[in-house]
């Protein structure tokens, strides 16, 4: 160890903290230049610690499911009752959805539709939130030769949930629609007016740019569109909700605050990419 | 070197044992605000989740920075603030300066502030909070270049403030007991 004298120490211990915050200053210049050294350190801490996530998660939701469970014993008479109600009504249901499958397939026959091609999927655990105070996103484990690559879409049991923004060794990171970078071209179902879903960090991403005449209707549909070659069509999204500021929003089919699992779609789309995590205009479009 | 072995006076030879001993008791703080950070990262199924671990880590610099300065040098609080960065997905940089800005501002008032009540310490911490949740949302939104929501970062600050007493009374304990150089 060199030896110092005392001043020269208590000089040096001084200088330390200036130092390091310049330091921070410097890191934040770096990662302003070169954002994809960021999204590798971020997604080999991620595939490091996906491994001890996933163990843990299998045991939490053991734990979430056996408290949900005793919480449903406590009112499973009116439950009964509300899901026999509910019975009734989807068996009605059913039958209408049969006789329009039945009669879309006819039609389909009768003009020679093209059938769009079925999409390949894997499954995969959510296994942790990787969003930030100011960033939507979970992170996935899957297996060391998984496949997924980026730009994969996201759906849980009932809607879009998001895109792969990067792919690791051994997990992914979805960014959910609700993120600041998400947009996402959609299709208002009564009108069939396209709009734009724009994530703003809250629970429920707003509409913008929707055509003169074609207001969004409360408790309307939004399904994705296929405009840009982004995303098939008519995946569902969520319903149309007018804030009291009278801003329409859209309350997220799927359910962003507890996913559990998620299918990864690959639909084969080549449009536009999935937004960089890390604000970055894509390098290949410069390329062309 | 250990802050006991500089100081005059009787004590047990520094077997392997004892050595690991005060070792770890020195590690204690960063180890503990680590562990706390992977933590807060794990799937529990809370909404706004990710807005713990920000706090978590805010509280555990602050508390060690006043209370034991030495086991919780600059280069560690850069360290923990880049850990902040890449697991909070903050842009890189901004949660290792406030961190910083944090432990600067607590060590240089500590003379004051560690002989005051917990209520003011936690009043004063509710000040760093505040600053520092500021200070993350404007440096975000320079770095990201545009307008980011205000209800994050005021969350923050509150969840920040509010969790501080339950993870003091711990830290109070440890810092007492099995953080204690002095102990071993």
């Known amino acids: 160890m060199i030896r110092l004298s005392i001043q020269a120490r208590q000089a040096l211990a001084k200088l330390t903290l200036p130092v390091l915050i310049a330091a921070s200053f410097g890191l934040m210049l770096l990662g302003k230049a070169d954002t994809l050294l960021a999204e590798h350190a971020r997604m080999a801490l991620a595939d490091a610690l996906a491994p001890i996530y996933t163990a843990i998660s299998g045991p939490l939701a053991h734990m979430r499911d056996t408290v949900a469970g005793a919480t449903d014993l406590w009112d499973i008479q009116a439950e009964n009752v509300h899901l026999r109600d509910e019975n009734v009504e989807l068996r009605r249901w059913q039958s209408i959805a049969l006789a329009l499958d039945a009669e879309n397939r006819r039609l389909k026959a009768e003009l020679h539709w093209i059938p ?15 969003g930030g105070i100011y960033a939507k996103a979970v992170l996935l484990a899957v297996g060391p030769n998984h496949g997924i690559r980026k730009g994969e879409i996201a759906l849980d049991e009932s809607g879009l949930v998001g895109r792969i923004t990067e792919v690791g060794a051994r997990s992914a990171r979805v960014l959910l629609i609700t993120d600041l970078n998400s947009r996402i071209p959609v299709i208002l179902e009564n ?15 707003k509409l913008l740019y929707w055509p003169e005449g074609s207001v969004p209707q409360e408790g309307e549909r939004v399904v994705t569109s296929a405009e840009a070659g982004a995303f098939p069509a008519n995946l569902p999204v969520g319903v149309v909700h007018y804030t009291s500021g009278n801003v329409p929003e859209v309350n997220p089919a799927a359910m962003l605050n507890g996913l559990e699992m998620v299918r990864i779609f690959n639909y084969d789309v080549s449009g536009v990419g999935a937004p960089e995590a890390a604000r970055r205009v894509p390098r290949e479009r410069w390329d062309h | 070197m250990a802050r006991a072995d500089q100081v005059p006076g009787i004590r047990p030879r520094p077997t392997f044992a004892r050595r690991l001993d005060i070792a770890a008791r020195h590690a204690f703080p960063v180890s503990c605000t680590l562990i706390l950070m992977l933590l807060t990262e794990t799937p529990l199924g809370i909404v706004d989740q990710p807005e713990l671990l920000p706090a978590v880590t805010l509280a555990c610099v602050y508390f060690w920075s006043l209370f034991r300065p030495a086991a919780m040098p600059p280069p560690v609080v850069f360290l923990i603030g880049v850990a902040l960065d890449l697991l909070g997905y903050l842009p890189l940089g901004v949660g290792a300066l406030t961190l910083l800005a944090v432990h600067g501002f607590a060590v240089r008032w500590r003379l004051v502030l560690t002989r005051q009540s917990f209520v003011t310490v936690w009043l004063m911490f509710g000040g760093f909070a505040a600053a520092a949740a500021a200070l993350t949302w404007v440096l975000t939104a320079v770095l990201y270049f545009r307008l980011l929501p205000l209800g994050p970062a005021v969350f923050q600050a509150v969840l920040t403030t509010a969790l501080y007493p339950a993870l003091a009374v711990l830290f109070v304990r440890a810092h007492r007991s099995v953080a204690d150089p002095e102990g071993a």
């Open chain 1, 116 to 130: 769009d091609p079925a999409p390949s999927y894997v499954t995969a655990r959510v296994v942790a939130d990787a």
């Open chain 1, 191 to 205: 009108s069939r007016a396209h709009a734009i879903l724009v994530g703003t960090n809250g629970p429920q991403p």
